[in-house]
Structures are given as C-alpha cells and as structure tokens.
C-alpha cells in the first residue's frame, strides 16, 4: 500500500451532470476526511469517517454532496446536479487517529463547464 | 468557531537563508496538535511537522522548526538553509482546520 489513491485524477463534466469520486485510504487507517480546495485557498473540510461512519459534515456539504464509506473501507463522494461553483480540487485523507496527521491523496480536479 | 489564521499570502527567500511563516490560531481546548503541510506546485500535500500542544518544547525536523507559543496561540514555522525544493504553498492546521496558506518562493 502506497499511500491514498484518488479516482480519477481529472474529471470534467457539464453543468447539472452527477459525478462521483473515489477514495482509498491507506489500509490500516480508520479516519477518512474529504476536503475541498479552490485555487489559492487552504483545504476546506466537507466530512469525515470512523470506520464507516460518517461522524462530522461541513455546512459547506450542501444537500447536493453525499459521501458513503462502506464497510470502513474506500469511500466515495457523489455531486449530483452540479454547479460551476463546483469547481474545485477535492481532497481525501486518511489517518490512524483524529489527532495524528492525515495523509494526502492526489485529489480530483473537477472542473464543470 | 476554531479558526486558522496566516496573516502572510507570499513570503520569498533567498538559497541558504532562513524564512518564517507565521500561523495564529483560535481554540478553547487545551490538548491539541498542530501541523504544518507543503504542497508543492500541481503535487499532493505532505506533512511538513507537528506539534503537541502539551509538549513545551518546540518540535523539530531537520531544516524546518516551529516556533509554539501557546498562551499567545502562535505557532511559526521556520525554514533554514532554503532549498529550491522548499517552494511551494505551506499550511498551517489546527486539527481539521486549515489556514488558507503562504506561497515560497526561494530565489536562487
């Protein structure tokens, strides 16, 4: 295992369109976090699990998001009817405990036209 | 509201000087941790260092030190003898929280 996979990489989609992203954290972590980080800005937390467990959602997570982690495994964030405000990269971590550090994937750069 | 604040959006250095980014932040707890990330131009954000907000002495790694004044809720990182591979955007956290970053750069 070599760190947190992100799928896909890039993602372009047009207005309105659903899209889902998938995460794999590090095996042996149980707390998986997604972020949303537009240009020039700090990562903004969205949500984030124990196990399967989603424990913790933003006010920034509108009725549009929804994350699942089944079986306290990969996890998966769905935008459905997307907007341009979109638009972002988002960010999954995963770490052993809430106060240890988190381990960045990649991301997914979603840009909606 | 916990709140990370990085007063500095640019900061630039010289090769082999020494730089320092500052981070303020706001919490009411007394028993926390506190990071610092790098996330180098188009690349994934790794942790840069940490710190226990129980531990009196200021964390260490290498080049990069922290500069932890709990009482004033300041927490600075400190970059010595830069190298061009230090360039990038740096985040401060407190927990789940993140400040919104100081961009290096290190003038050769």
């Known amino acids: 295992d070599t760190g947190v996979s992100q799928d896909p990489r890039h993602k372009i989609t047009k207005r309105g369109q659903n899209v889902t992203f998938r995460c794999d954290p590090i095996?042996?972590?149980?707390?998986l976090y997604w972020y949303r980080q537009t240009l020039g800005q700090g990562p903004e937390f969205l949500t984030y699990?124990?196990?399967?467990?989603?424990?913790?959602k933003s006010r920034l997570l509108s009725d549009r998001f929804s994350a699942e982690r089944p079986k306290g495994s990969f996890s998966t964030l769905e935008i459905q009817r997307t907007e341009q405000g979109d638009s972002a990269m988002y960010l999954c971590a995963s770490s052993p405990r809430r106060a240890i550090e988190a381990f960045f994937g990649q991301g997914t750069r979603l840009t909606v036209v | 509201a916990q709140t990370v604040t990085q007063s500095q959006p640019e900061m630039s250095v010289q090769e082999a000087e020494t730089v320092t980014l500052s981070c303020t932040y706001d919490t009411s707890e007394s028993d926390y941790y506190l990071f610092w990330y790098k996330q180098p131009p188009s690349r994934q954000m790794i942790l840069v260092i940490r710190q226990e907000a129980y531990k009196q002495q200021n964390a260490t790694e290498n080049r990069f030190s922290v500069n932890f004044q709990k009482a004033a809720k300041s927490f600075s990182l400190k970059i010595s003898d830069s190298q061009l591979g230090d360039a990038a955007m740096y985040f401060c956290a407190y927990k789940l929280v993140f400040g919104k970053g100081t961009k290096l750069t290190v003038n050769p």
């Open positions: 699990f124990q196990n399967e467990a989603q424990l913790e």
């Open positions: 095996s042996e972590h149980n707390r």
